[in-house]
């Protein structure tokens, strides 16, 4: 996934573009994500995301989760791959890129 956005703009309009699998986001399509649940959000907010469909607690954490696809996956390649590309902030915010021009095929 490859996330444009204006770290700094308008809340609810931040988000410039959204790729996934190299094709830009399906609006018209369901999408599944793991994320975290913060105690005294809604049933429907997961992650501070509104409207979530079908939410589902599972059995482990996003931690743990993680932790057991690194060991798995190690050693990680600290490479960034500029999948979130902040179009107004410095590069040395996280792991962002600034004024990068991608092509998407």
């Known amino acids: 996934m490859i ?19 190299g094709k830009l986001l399906d609006m018209n399509k369901v ?3 793991a994320a975290c649940e913060r105690d005294g959000d809604p049933a429907d907010m997961i ?4 409207n979530v469909m079908e939410p589902q607690n599972m059995p482990y954490t996003l931690h743990e ?5 690194l060991k798995a996956s190690s050693p990680v390649n600290p490479t960034p791959k500029h999948n979130a ?4 902030a410095p590069e040395t915010l996280l792991s962002q890129v600034h004024g990068v021009d991608y092509q998407f095929h």
């Open 65 to 69: 989760n993680m932790k057991a696809y």
């Open 3 to 21: 996330v444009v956005f204006r770290a700094y703009g308008e809340e609810g309009k931040r988000v410039e573009t959204v790729h996934i699998g």
């Open 47 to 50: 992650c501070r995301i509104k």
């Open 31 to 33: 999408y599944s994500i």
């Open 85 to 88: 590309i902040a179009l107004d």
